[in-house]
DNA sequence: CGATGACATGACACCGGTGTCATAGTGCGG
DNA sequence: CCGCACTATGACACCGGTGTCATGTCATCG
């Protein structure tokens, strides 16, 4: 491969020169700057940035850590938002000429440090540790002048991180299903020990609670477990038992998209029509089901998209020395109302219907 | 960040003995190697790649191009398969110490010559692009000391390529369809001008023949348009039609399982049961949704996570320097045999139904 | 007309490792 | 006791760029 040795003899100049025209940096002649393009052109130069990191230090490489990659399209949804964050990173990155190295974990948590080592040889100048689900995490020791961003995860040591703001979230759904008329509200959770799932549980009390509906234990189950057919025989019983109760929920809250195809399944089968005779929510914004799904699934976005976006501009700042946030950043995503959820023949209080709440039909 | 030069001090060695450690070349008497390694334990040195890559010349990285990212969650899952690629070739990149680094197209082909540019600074060892769908592209022109793998499709040029096997794709399940008795089997297509669809199609009339089943174009629909709702009317029009026949089909052969999805619901608005009135076969297995959907889909398998292996698998042969196969290598993966489908009382010939299309039960 | 400063360019060291070659110590057979 | 092969280690140049400083050439101005 051509160096700028080779370079610079072509057009008579010394290598110092064809590094100016490179960087566009300091004056050179008109011609002389014409005489290096050509024979950079003609030559097909590459400059490398391993040379050029040797001496002005800067990499202009981030890591990112996920388990995207290999978590996705395991029968588990989960692997498929990681990604989005990885997308939105992705975006700012490419907006700021930062090129994003990718680690997978391979799902085992055991490979990080080998990871983080990787890109500690390559210089990088910021991590992103990006999670599958809402979760607390360990990292590995990492040098100090490395600065380093947690991506829909936390840790105890208080690193920088991004969170998405489950409690409002599921705050704001509800809110939105109480506007329509719902009163008997189900919820299908997720496994109790989530934080997301203790976070959104407050954020539906709380949605109740400012609308002055008394919180109804029976109406609160947990529906997801490690075995997919445990976890259907769960959701079957759980929609029997709420179904015969004697003041049955008018619509069932599931603790994710996925939750909700299975639901609808069951639902079908014991002849039960959405959203005629139960409505039906979710929780992700997971579009190939969501919108594929018939009739189309109202859910809330988790807005991993913006999380990811957040992220890295966070780490930008830090590369440029700037301080660090003192509390987790929250993002929330906006509701999307779509056909399984009928509104009940109440008065509509506008005011419980914000514009944060308020959807875009996708 | 420590050089090797500070480990070196702190050792009391020279630097190059505490390169030959590193790289554990050499002879290196027991008492200074154990002085460098704790020196460098220490002090916490990780060494520089671009350093080592200056005079070795070996990288270690190999770049991924693909809109993998950026596709993903869209509201077609074509985006998803083409991350199982990368995950192919993450795991053996991962086996073979190289490191990978991602680029992603963003969805739009005019920013590739730029991340091949990037690739090119940071001294790639070999390239791989993937693409979301079976498909032909144009790749910019790219040195040819840096060999090039394209996974999911294939150019003009004849570049190295990983192909799925369309043709016997099809071919196995129909083939696995009449087994379990079926005869009036219809195929609902993605877009015609699809290469996939091509492909397809010839291995649905070619199962067809074999089993001397005469071939009925009426049974044959494209069902798939660029707008979601456009789609669920030609699909519902479609299953309309097809039902009314004077002799309708007994299975429904989806283009791909998010089409199967989108037809359970239709099935169900009409009151047609899966699998007692119709059977429904998707392609995929895209597993968030076979597994998921009441019933779980019969499917077959793309093998996108053996196709990124094959394609890392021939691009480190590649960069060895061995030589290119002439055609394109066409990767298969097993039927996937779940309740979607039913059989038909009809004598089951066993040398139809071969270990190859023999799927597992996930 | 000489001093001054902006412009244009080059010489050279340096970044942090590795390849090559030289050299000092060590055990051993002749 | 000497030459020899082998082990252990170091000196030094080099990879391909960039930072620093020096130098040469003009146009401008007092």
Redesign the interface.
């Known amino acids: ?1 051509a160096t700028i040795y080779d370079v610079a003899a072509a057009a008579g100049v010394s290598p110092k020169t064809v590094s100016r025209v490179l960087n566009g940096e300091g004056p050179v002649g008109r011609k002389t700057r014409e005489a290096v393009e050509t024979a950079m052109a003609g030559m ?1 130069y ?6 050029r ?2 001496r002005s230090n800067r ?1 202009g490489l981030v890591g990112v850590i996920t388990g ?3 978590t ?4 588990r ?1 989960t692997g ?2 990681e ?2 964050i ?2 939105g990173i ?2 700012v990155m ?1 907006e700021r000429g930062m ?6 974990t ?1 799902d085992r948590s055991d490979t990080v440090p080998a990871l983080v ?2 890109f ?4 990088v100048e910021g991590l992103i540790y990006v999670a599958e689900y809402h979760r607390k995490v360990t990292l590995p020791a990492i ?1 100090k ?1 490395t600065p380093v961003v947690l991506a829909n995860c936390y840790d105890d040591a208080g690193t920088t991180c991004i969170l998405p703001d489950d409690e409002q979230g599921q705050r704001d759904l509800v809110t939105r299903l109480i506007a329509a008329g719902h009163r008997r509200i189900a919820y299908l959770t997720l496994m109790s020990h989530l934080d997301a799932t203790r976070l959104r549980t407050a954020g539906y009390r709380a949605a109740l609670e400012a609308a002055g509906i008394a919180h109804d234990p029976a109406l609160v189950t947990c529906c997801e477990t490690t075995s ?1 057919e445990a976890e ?1 025989r769960l959701l079957h019983a759980a929609v029997e038992r709420l179904m015969r109760l004697p003041e049955p929920p008018t619509v069932l809250c599931c603790g994710n998209d ?1 939750m909700a ?2 639901l ?3 639902l ?2 014991r002849g039960t029509r959405v959203p005629d005779d139960v409505s039906v929510a979710g929780y992700d914004n ?4 969501a ?5 189309p699934l109202s859910t809330i976005e988790l807005a991993y998209g913006a999380m990811g976006g957040r992220a890295a501009e966070l780490l930008l700042s830090l590369i440029r020395g700037e301080a660090a946030p003192d509390a987790p950043v929250l993002v929330r995503g906006p509701v999307y109302w779509r056909s399984s959820v009928t509104a009940l023949g109440t008065t509509l209080d506008p005011s419980t219907t914000s514009s944060t709440t308020g959807g875009h039909n ?1």
Chains 1, 2 share one sequence.
């Open positions: 491969m097909g590459v400059p490398s940035n391993a040379a990191m040797m990499s995207a990659i290999s996705a399209d395991e029968a949804p498929l938002p990604l989005v990885v997308q992705q975006r490419a090129t994003m190295m990718i680690a997978d391979g080592e990787t500690l040889r390559h210089r040098p002048d997919p259907t996925k195809l299975k609808y399944g069951i079908r089968s997971h579009r190939v089901i919108e594929t799904l018939y009739p996708g």
